[in-house]
């Protein structure tokens, strides 16, 4: 008797605590996933492992990277949601923080170094869109793989399926790593809306979307339609027409942030509808930091020199772009008899660039793959950092030192070759064979 009203007071008083707090957190959250978890407001470790977790945070190698990024990752890891913590996605810590990709890169880099996470490598299965398996190292990655899920044979794409993650190194925290049911919206966070219209059904939907590329799809829609949502855009509204041999829409490009959707179903059934966030190629999970991109972080590279690629298993990279630097020499103020000669000076001077450039392009989330002679190539897996950095090449040039700059952007493959890194292909090439038309110092050439 006493225990059924304490189990029914108590059980409600925590039910309506729970609840306040869900709905607290919906109020100021736009998606659940974006902040606190509701469920376990204490956060996910003991007093004595935050002060622990605290203490390796003032530890040198978190000296380089950006502090908010680091306070971020210090917050996420102390009071972020466990199930979470199991699978630490990079990209998307870096959406939500709205941070770029490298700065959370050098952060989670800098937590592996001092043992609070550790790196695996995920083999995405294309055809059931998860995760199918898990390795410690790259070298581990088959060529092959078997999804037991989908009962499939995949290729193991390291451009495409096979991501880096993160996870909670040993004692410092306990992450949940029990498996939910797979069809559940934890395992679908790029799908923001979901919905069964019924036949000449209209329903308008406000919604909050994030940059990127999304597309209208269906089980029992004939195609699918693409839409894009960028914050330089002022459109807010969108309607898609559901007919029987396609789907009209009023806008194909949104501003982000707090939109609405009118779904009309002219079909004379009912239709489910999905609003999916996609890759740029519309095939592939947009969260996925592939193996062939992370090759392009300089904190990645220093720290793990062996998990980029390894000579038997080449990665095909599908756009990728390349700054080429050429260092000259300014001879005006040097006398007639030594203008011909390269001397130790102008090695010094060239040394110094060099320096210079390594930390600019890490600065810029690239970097720095090789120097030969007074040229220095550096790699980026974001056209608009590659176009930034070398931008500031030029804007930064040391005393006595111009540069002819050259930028393209496309596939490569990425290999080791002798223990070093190495791209190779068209474009790169046309890259460095621009050098030679450029001839005007203090511009970039792109090509
Ligand atoms: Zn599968």
């Not at 008797?1 to 709905?23: C, N, P, W």
Request: charged share 25%; net charge positive.
């Amino acid at each position: 008797m006493f225990s059924k009203v304490q189990i029914g007071r108590r059980a409600r008083r925590q039910f309506e605590t729970l609840y306040k707090r869900i709905d607290a957190i919906a109020v100021t959250s736009h998606s659940a996933s974006n902040g606190p978890d509701p469920y376990q407001p204490g956060g996910s470790v003991s007093t004595r492992q935050r002060r622990k977790i605290e203490c390796l945070f003032r530890e040198p190698s978190f000296e380089s990277c950006d502090a908010s990024v680091a306070n971020a990752l210090l917050e996420f890891l102390t009071y972020g949601n466990r199930q979470e913590l199991a699978r630490i996605r990079p990209l998307v810590l870096a959406r939500r923080w709205q941070k770029k990709v490298h700065l959370v890169i050098d952060a989670l880099v800098a937590a592996t170094s001092c043992g609070i996470l550790r790196l695996r490598w995920e083999i995405y299965c294309p055809v059931c869109k998860s995760a199918s398996a898990t390795r410690d190292s790259l070298c581990e990655v088959d060529e092959d793989h078997h999804c037991l899920v989908c009962r499939q044979d995949i290729r193991t794409d390291f451009s495409h399926a096979v991501e880096l993650t993160f996870a909670p190194g040993e004692g410092c925290i306990r992450p949940d790593r029990q498996a939910y049911c797979r069809g559940g919206p934890a395992h679908a966070r790029h799908v923001p809306l979901q919905m069964i219209l019924p036949p000449d059904a209209s329903r308008t939907i406000a919604i909050h979307l994030c940059e990127g590329n999304y597309q209208v799809r269906g089980v029992r829609l004939p195609i699918c339609i693409d839409l894009h949502v960028d914050p330089e855009l002022s459109s807010r509204r969108a309607s898609f027409e559901l007919k029987s041999e396609a789907i009209s829409l009023s806008e194909s490009s949104l501003s982000s942030g707090d939109v609405s959707l009118t779904f009309s179903n002219r079909h004379r059934h009912d239709v489910l509808v999905r609003l999916e966030r996609v890759s740029a190629d519309g095939r592939f999970d947009p969260d996925l930091l592939c193996a062939a991109q992370v090759a392009t972080f300089d904190s990645f590279r220093n720290q793990f020199p062996k998990e980029i690629a390894s000579l038997g298993h080449p990665i095909d990279i599908q756009s990728i772009s390349f700054v080429v630097c050429e260092f000259v020499i300014d001879r005006s103020n040097v006398d007639r008899v030594s203008v011909e000669r390269f001397g130790i000076e102008d090695y010094q001077r060239l040394q110094c660039e060099l320096q210079r450039l390594r930390a600019l392009f890490a600065k810029c989330g690239g970097t720095l793959m090789k120097s030969i002679g007074s040229e220095a190539v550096g790699v980026f897996m974001d056209e608009s950092c590659a176009k930034k950095a070398a931008q500031q090449v030029i804007q930064q040039a040391g005393a006595g030192v111009g540069h002819r700059v050259t930028l393209a952007t496309g596939p490569a493959i990425l290999a080791a070759v002798e223990g070093r890194h190495e791209y190779f292909g068209e474009t790169l090439a046309r890259a460095r064979s621009a050098l030679g038309y450029q001839k005007v110092p203090g511009t970039v050439l792109e090509v």
